[in-house]
């Protein structure tokens, strides 16, 4: 279909705002991440004193 070495392109201009909105969208995943995990830690701590 393609010969040997050529490479396929969308004719799209490279946009350096969207990296930063998965960069920024990682961050949120990972804060709410560790928010959900700390959140379970304190739970399992009050319900390990009872």
Do not use: C, W
Request: glycine residues 4%.
């Amino acid at each position: 279909m393609y010969p040997l070495g050529a490479r396929v392109s969308s004719n799209r201009p490279f946009d350096p705002n969207l990296i930063q909105e998965h960069t920024v969208a990682d961050m949120a995943f990972v804060v709410t991440t560790i928010a959900v995990f700390a959140l379970v830690a304190l739970v399992a701590k009050g319900v390990a004193k009872l």
